[in-house]
């Protein structure tokens, strides 16, 4: 009875480590194909924005054009290639589908730089809202103190009408103010890695299962 109880748990995480193996291999997949739709919105041209978005139309090439709100910049701490700071986010009025927030770029002190005067086009890449928060922390709207860039949230604590429910982050720098273009589209992809590891302890528990069985039965 305890043999063939072994005997049982043991073929169960045989069939665990390749089912694991088997989930990474579909992973492996998914990720390819993400990774090849937003390779192929990078590569396209710059559309209209739209008044909604999903996740298929993130980091899709946008153009919008509008007027800055001064006075209703929200900074949201961030961690770039040129060190800490913050995005300046700035509500952009006027455009077909209403206010944007448009991302216009990065500032290493706490400050923001007053947007551009008049009808302002901007392009850049489509970002959806983030509305879970930094890492280990949680937007405060009442300090406005933030954290991630969640649309909705930032919308309500500015008084915005009417915006849409992604953002934009700006491909170009406006003169005298924030960087613009930081934005890093990057997916890890270390599915095949893990497929891999899965199935060789898959291989191992199959190899030490069949040599307790040669053992079980000298016994």
Same mark, same amino acid.
């Given at each position: 009875?305890?043999?063939?109880?072994?005997?049982?748990?043991?073929?169960?995480?045989?069939l665990?480590?390749?089912?694991?193996?088997? @989930?990474?291999?579909?992973?492996? /997949?998914?990720?390819?194909?993400?990774?090849?739709?937003?390779?192929?919105?990078?590569? =396209?041209?710059?559309?209209?924005?739209?008044?909604?978005?999903?996740?298929?139309?993130?980091?899709?090439?946008?153009v919008?054009?509008?007027?800055?709100?001064?006075? /209703?910049?929200?900074?949201?701490?961030?961690?770039?290639?040129?060190?800490p700071? @913050?995005?300046?986010?700035?509500?952009?009025?006027?455009?077909?589908?209403?206010?944007?927030?448009?991302n216009?770029g990065?500032?290493?002190?706490r400050? /923001?730089?007053?947007?551009?005067?008049?009808?302002?086009?901007?392009?850049?890449?489509?970002?959806?809202?983030?509305?879970?928060?930094?890492?280990?922390?949680?937007?405060?709207?009442?300090?406005?103190?933030?954290?991630?860039?969640?649309?909705? =949230?930032?919308?309500?604590?500015?008084?915005?009408?009417?915006?849409?429910?992604?953002?934009?982050?700006?491909?170009?720098?406006?003169?005298?103010?924030?960087?613009?273009?930081?934005?890093i589209?990057?997916?890890?992809?270390?599915?095949?890695?893990?497929?891999?590891t899965?199935?060789?302890?898959?291989?191992?528990?199959?190899?030490?299962?069949v040599?307790?069985?040669?053992i /079980?039965?000298? =016994?």
């Amino acid at each position: 009875m305890k043999r063939a109880g072994l005997a049982v748990a043991w073929i169960a995480l045989i069939l665990a480590l390749v089912a694991l193996g088997a @989930w990474q291999v579909q992973r492996l /997949a998914w990720k390819r194909a993400l990774i090849a739709q937003v390779d192929g919105r990078l590569a =396209a041209g710059p559309v209209a924005a739209p008044a909604t978005a999903g996740s298929d139309d993130a980091y899709r090439r946008v153009v919008a054009t509008g007027t800055y709100r001064p006075g /209703a910049d929200t900074l949201v701490q961030a961690s770039t290639i040129r060190g800490p700071g @913050w995005w300046v986010l700035t509500p952009l009025d006027g455009t077909t589908v209403g206010t944007i927030l448009v991302n216009r770029g990065y500032v290493a002190k706490r400050a /923001a730089p007053p947007p551009p005067a008049g009808l302002t086009r901007v392009t850049g890449l489509l970002r959806l809202t983030e509305p879970k928060g930094g890492f280990l922390r949680s937007n405060d709207p009442g300090a406005d103190r933030w954290y991630s860039r969640d649309v909705a =949230a930032i919308a309500a604590k500015r008084g915005l009408r009417r915006t849409a429910p992604y953002f934009i982050d700006a491909a170009e720098t406006t003169p005298g103010g924030p960087i613009g273009g930081l934005t890093i589209v990057s997916f890890p992809n270390n599915h095949l890695v893990y497929a891999i590891t899965w199935f060789v302890l898959a291989g191992m528990a199959a190899a030490g299962f069949v040599y307790w069985l040669r053992i /079980a039965r000298r =016994a």
